[in-house]
């Protein structure tokens, strides 16, 4: 079964500072996805980014970037230029195949001015 | 397009009673999948559907149900409701629930067991 993990329930970074949310995931699945999903206070959850397993290129979406390690099963989270709406609960996720998707326990991201 | 609604948004009940939560995906989707979101157990996987059928199961017990209709609405179903199911209980959708897709959430029903 996969499992993922966060290991950092709070961070904090200050405005236009970058800040690395860190998650790991075990699975014995060699074909998966993997997600970081954002969920503002008292608003709906999103997508922030999304990286294929079999990509070695890591995925970047603007501001986001993530830091894809397949053998160490790491998938961070990099947020360049923070700004203020970016302060959230950050959740990681993995999926294989049509199989559920499993969340980690999230990182709470405060963002300072 | 329109989002994924969820009615009723918030919902307070006692312990006990059923309720039935509902969830319309967005137009044209046909995955339907439901999360229960605690403070201390996070985001937990409750079921999906697709095409009206159950693909997944979470580890929830019986008194968790759901269904899908043909428009690919859902509903999910607590029976005999306990404190401990107080929770935000969130739907997402997705075009065919494939592994690669984004799935799309709702703004979810924060249900309350007194």
């Known amino acids: 079964a996969q499992t993922v993990t966060q290991s950092q329930p709070e961070m904090s970074v200050q405005e236009a500072e970058t800040v690395t949310l860190s998650c790991t995931y075990d699975?014995?699945?060699?074909?998966?996805?993997l997600f970081w999903y954002k969920q503002p206070p008292s608003r709906q959850m999103i997508l922030v980014i999304r990286q294929e397993a079999y990509k070695q290129q890591n995925a970047t979406e603007n501001r986001f970037s993530v830091n894809f390690q397949k053998a160490a099963k790491s998938f961070s989270l990099k947020i360049s230029d923070s700004q203020l709406g970016d302060a959230a609960m950050y959740f990681c996720?993995?999926?294989?195949?049509?199989?559920?998707?499993?969340f980690g326990t999230g990182t709470r991201l405060q963002v300072f001015p | 397009k329109a989002g994924v609604t969820q009615t009723p948004r918030y919902l307070i009940k006692t312990r006990g009673q059923q309720v039935t939560l509902s969830c319309s995906p967005i137009s044209g989707h046909r995955s339907v999948s439901w999360y229960q979101q605690t403070p201390g157990q996070g985001l937990q996987f409750l079921f999906e559907y697709f095409s009206e059928t159950q693909r997944n199961k979470g580890n929830f017990p019986g008194r968790f149900s759901g269904r899908q209709f043909s428009n690919s609405r859902s509903e999910m179903n607590v029976s005999t409701l306990e404190l401990g199911d107080s929770a935000l209980y969130l739907c997402?959708?997705?075009?065919?629930?494939?592994?690669?897709?984004?799935?799309?959430f709702g703004p979810g029903t924060r249900l309350l067991v007194l």
């Open positions: 997402a959708s997705s075009l065919r629930g494939g592994s690669e897709e984004t799935q799309y």
């Open positions: 996720a993995a999926r294989h195949n049509t199989d559920k998707l499993i």
């Open positions: 699975t014995s699945e060699s074909d998966y996805y």
